[in-house]
């Protein structure tokens, strides 16, 4: 039974990942619900017929409320809030919890971003009905919900979702031209690889230096970044998977100061996100 229960912390780090964003409140709500298990009397264990299902609707739940509080913690978070990034564990970073989330299409960048705008209720129907496959009668047990109301809040925040396309070759080279004109300082470069209404956001969660708000434009977004280099000594800048698609690892004197992920469209580079928070890149 003991490594059964064990057995369930990857599927639970891959809800709560995707629930919360960061790799470190993932873990704290599944260690939570661990204790919860634990806490239990043993004929009460006994008489649950799944321990899985009931790890996951504890965690479900301490996820749920945890949105709830996290809404007033990021209005006073200095700068734009991005979720964490993920490194490819293929890729030499042996992470832990990091290396136990699935890196596919609901854990993109871009798709996060698009959960933080809906309501927790939202958000934990989609996620547990469109990623992993969880019945609207199972979630109503975890929302406290009907059927109906799980499965109107799932639509709701589909709509809110934009489908993006897998990455392809040429987005691997977008992210290796973007590389190029950036450390070469080339400004029509860089605004050729950009779509003309792209995004920069950066999160330093004022620990690090960086704008606090976005920059629309690629003009705009090309001027800031030559700014950037001009100030900056000694960086280089590594390609590597964040989140399943191409980005940009950037490292100074060997220390990680940020991660960038990217969305494309149109051959172009439409959303950058540059994570410089230093308590979001421990997995690097």
Same mark, same amino acid.
């Given at each position: ?34 204790? =919860? ?7 009460? +264990? %006994?008489?649950? *017929?799944?321990? /899985?299902?009931?790890?996951? @609707?504890? #965690? ?115 992210? =290796? ?7 070469? +300082? %080339?400004?029509? *470069?860089?605004? /050729?690889?950009?779509?003309? @209404?792209? #995004? ?85």
């Amino acid at each position: 039974m003991t490594d059964a229960i064990l057995g369930e912390r990857r599927h639970l780090i891959n809800i709560a990942y995707r629930l919360l964003g960061t790799l470190a409140e993932a873990e704290d709500a599944v260690q939570e619900a661990y204790a =919860r298990w634990y806490a239990l009397p043993a004929p009460h +264990q %006994d008489a649950i *017929a799944s321990p /899985g299902a009931w790890l996951t @609707t504890v #965690t479900s739940r301490i996820c749920l409320d945890q949105l709830g509080s996290a809404r007033a913690r990021r209005e006073r978070y200095v700068g734009e809030w991005i979720p964490e990034p993920l490194p490819d564990p293929a890729e030499g970073h042996p992470t832990d919890p990091a290396d136990r989330v699935t890196l596919d299409e609901s854990v993109t960048m871009a798709f996060l971003v698009a959960l933080e705008s809906m309501t927790p209720a939202q958000r934990v129907s989609l996620i547990l009905h469109d990623v992993f496959q969880y019945s609207f009668t199972e979630i109503a047990e975890i929302t406290g919900r009907t059927p109906a109301a799980c499965r109107e809040l799932a639509s709701t925040a589909r709509r809110r979702v934009r489908a993006s396309p897998p990455p392809t070759p040429q987005a691997v080279h977008l992210v =290796r031209d973007f590389k190029h004109a950036w450390q070469t +300082q %080339d400004i029509t *470069a860089l605004v /050729g690889l950009l779509d003309p @209404t792209a #995004t920069f956001t950066a999160d330093g969660g004022g620990l690090a230096t960086t704008t606090l708000h976005p920059i629309h434009g690629s003009e705009q977004i090309a001027e800031f970044l030559i700014a950037v280099a001009d100030k900056t000594l000694g960086v280089v800048l590594h390609e590597r998977t964040v989140n399943g698609r191409p980005g940009l690892l950037i490292q100074n004197a060997g220390v990680t100061a940020s991660v960038y992920a990217f969305d494309f469209a149109d051959d172009r580079i439409t959303h950058i996100w540059a994570v410089r928070n230093p308590e979001k890149l421990r997995s690097w």
